[in-house]
């Protein structure tokens, strides 16, 4: 597609369910990153991934988060056992090869909204 | 860390300036500045490479102080586009695995 693509882009979910949150980067490029941003905050870093590879793990808040990304495309992350603190929007971001014409350049997605009642 | 911007806050009328800071306690390689209007994805605006090279956008300039880690991101001649919040990111890395977004700073243009 022309952009980077998230699914859904609003969730509501119940306390201790599990939810899954779907990015589809701008095709060609392999970095991959997830932001999330509470209500009227910044962006807070979650997680890298270079290739299928996610060499800097060390934003993601608990374990109860993970990612993962397949065929150096499509990323899930998935929040398990959700809690109320992990309500936000779920931001993801791809970028194309370094020394491109505007190197680092980072293209957003709309976001997922999760919603944990 | 997180980087360190301000004001956190301005309100400008159409054709003012204003300048926004960020400062890091760590050095840096390269500072990203993006805009995010309300309940819209964060567009890039312009990234500040070590070594003095910018590249992005026309109307709008920043400079990087490399010794002091610090960029300042000027808009001048404000046009009510211009109104949202505007956040400074920072690598450490010079790889950009790691942008490290700072707490935002609202701005808003009014006639």
């Known amino acids: 597609g022309a952009g980077v693509s998230q699914s859904p882009s609003n969730k509501v979910t119940e306390k201790g369910k599990d939810v899954e949150l779907r990015c589809d980067p701008i095709s060609g490029h392999t970095a991959l990153y997830w932001y999330r941003q509470s209500l009227g905050q910044g962006l807070e870093f979650l997680i890298y991934?270079?290739?299928?590879?996610?060499?800097?793990k060390s934003g993601l808040p608990s374990d109860r988060f993970s990612a993962e990304r397949t065929g150096g495309s499509v990323s899930t992350l998935t929040i398990q056992r959700t809690q109320q603190e992990d309500s936000a929007v779920y931001l993801c971001?791809?970028?194309?090869?370094?020394?491109?014409?505007?190197?680092?350049?980072?293209?957003f997605g709309e976001g997922s909204r999760l919603t944990v009642l | 860390q997180q980087p360190v911007q301000s004001p956190q806050a301005v309100i400008l009328r159409e054709g003012e300036d204003a300048v926004i800071n960020c400062s890091s306690s760590k050095a840096l390689y390269s500072v990203h500045w993006y805009r995010q209007k309300h309940g819209e994805a964060p567009v890039f605006l312009m990234i500040?490479?070590?070594?003095?090279e910018q590249k992005g956008h026309e109307k709008i300039s920043a400079s990087f102080n490399e010794k002091k880690q610090q960029s300042s991101l000027y808009l001048t001649a404000s046009q009510l586009s211009y109104s949202g919040t505007y956040f400074c990111?920072?690598?450490?890395?010079?790889?950009?695995?790691?942008?490290?977004f700072g707490t935002g700073t609202r701005l808003q243009v009014t006639l």
């Open positions: 500040l490479l070590k070594g003095g």
């Open positions: 971001a791809s970028r194309g090869p370094l020394g491109g014409p505007v190197t680092g350049e980072l293209f």
């Open positions: 991934f270079q290739g299928n590879s996610a060499p800097d």
């Open positions: 990111g920072t690598d450490v890395t010079g790889t950009a695995s790691k942008l490290t």
